[in-house]
């Protein structure tokens, strides 16, 4: 039996199709592949952005930035003394690019100008760490990207 050409085109037409359509399914169906998205309220997120923004530009002409040390012990904040004096309020929110369900948010205690985060909840891998803060009327945001 002869095929001719528009026989064989349907047929590699169908059999891309078939391929293309495996591949879908697959990505759907399978549990390894994970389709969250990165803020689950983006929407609300999206509408403080230009706070954040002010909060960047407001750490970022501070004369003095805050300091991170990696350890076996976790990772160590270091803050300067005139952020310590005039500190009043704030939270450390660490967020795994990888997995969300390792994402963790602290409140800002200091002790001797330092704050430990211990290592038994910071996998190794990559981290993107925020540091938001307030000094007086004023909202600060320190973010850094590390790989512990």
């Known amino acids: 039996m002869k095929i001719n050409w528009g026989t064989g085109l349907v047929i590699a037409l169908a059999a891309f199709i078939t391929f293309i359509m495996y591949f879908v399914i697959t990505m759907i169906t399978d549990k390894d592949y994970n389709h969250d998205l990165v803020v689950e309220e983006y ?3 999206e509408i ?40 009043q309020k704030g939270s450390i929110s660490f967020y ?4 969300k369900n390792m994402d963790f948010e602290k409140p800002i ?7 430990q985060i211990p290592a038994s909840q910071v996998l190794a891998g990559r981290w993107n760490i925020s540091v938001r803060w307030q000094m007086g009327d004023k909202t600060f945001l320190f973010k850094q990207k590390i790989n512990y």
């Open 43 to 45: 929407y609300k997120q």
């Open 48 to 87: 403080g952005f230009q706070d954040e923004l002010n909060a960047e530009q407001n750490a970022e002409n501070l004369p003095y930035k805050i300091q991170f040390e990696k350890s076996k012990e976790g990772i160590l904040l270091i803050f300067p003394q005139e952020i310590a004096k005039t500190f």
């Open 96 to 99: 795994r690019v990888s997995d």
């Open 109 to 115: 205690v200091l002790k001797n100008n330092q704050m």
